[in-house]
């Protein structure tokens, strides 16, 4: 049975995507060869936990570069027909400034990043290949996590090795202890469900530092993914 959620992203990308002007004018258009390719790494996309995909849209974005090294996906889901209808507009306010900006080919132009959506994602691509290379997530909800799901986060987090090992490993003892960051897109946390994103911090001089990140089913309150990431102030 196919994803209804899926199926509303997967159509935004082959019969409604939008692309930037300039990747226009640099014969960046994808092929309907390449967007089945781009499609094919594409994940599949889940609403957050009690909310269906009511509309989606796909832009593919510049990069600021002449000639550009990559694409950019973007894709914005919203729940509800309100939320479609602003995303709209805004898409619609963006167009106009880029329009009246785009004099000369060599000019920057406003690209279309910040649109209001329910959740959005930002896939990064090369140039000459339509393959998704790195995808992000963000929501203006996404920090909201419930008290319950904090601390059930926590504890499956407390209860691993590689947890206690990081904790043998910090260069300090004035850290903190493990941070809730916010949920996370199964695609994302190699999950079944959401998940919580919990930090730990294993280093930090003030300016940049490292972490180890875990991915918590916020059902099974399993641990889908560890992996250490580079944190930078601001």
């Known amino acids: ?24 004018q640099q014969g960046m258009e994808p092929s309907a060869r390449q967007r089945k390719a781009l499609l094919k790494s ?18 593919l974005d510049w990069d ?5 090294q990559h694409q950019i996906l973007r894709l914005f889901m919203c729940y509800g027909d309100r939320e479609a209808r602003i995303l709209d507009g805004e898409i ?39 393959v998704i290379e790195d995808l992000r997530f963000s929501s203006d909800w996404r920090r909201r996590v419930e008290q319950t799901a904090q601390r059930s986060a926590l504890m499956s ?3 691993l090795d590689s947890f206690n090992r990081s904790m043998q490993e910090r260069t300090h003892e004035h850290l903190g202890p493990p941070v809730v960051i916010g949920w996370t897109p199964p695609c994302l946390a190699n999950s079944k469900n959401w998940a919580v994103e919990v930090w730990l911090l294993l280093d930090f001089d003030g300016h940049r530092g490292r972490a180890h ?3 918590v ?15 930078l102030l601001g």
Not at 14 to 20: A, E, G, Y
Not at 42 to 58: D, E, I, K, Q, S
Not at 64 to 68: G, T, Y
Not at 217 to 231: G, I, L, P
């Open 42 to 59: 594409l994940p599949n996309l889940m609403a957050f936990t009690g909310n269906t995909y009511h509309a989606a849209r796909a832009i």
């Open 157 to 159: 987090v407390r209860r």
């Open 1 to 24: 049975m196919k994803d209804p959620d899926d199926a509303v992203v997967r159509s935004a990308v082959t019969d409604n995507l939008h692309v930037h002007p300039r990747l226009l």
């Open 92 to 130: 619609t306010r963006r167009d106009r400034e880029i329009a009246s900006d785009n004099l000369y080919p060599e000019f920057d132009l406003p690209d279309y990043g910040m649109l209001p959506a329910s959740e959005t994602y930002v896939a990064v691509m090369r140039a000459d290949q339509p």
């Open 213 to 215: 990140v875990f991915m």
């Open 64 to 68: 600021h570069q002449l000639p550009s």
């Open 217 to 231: 089913d916020s059902k099974t309150n399993d641990v889908t993914r560890e992996f250490f990431t580079e944190v």
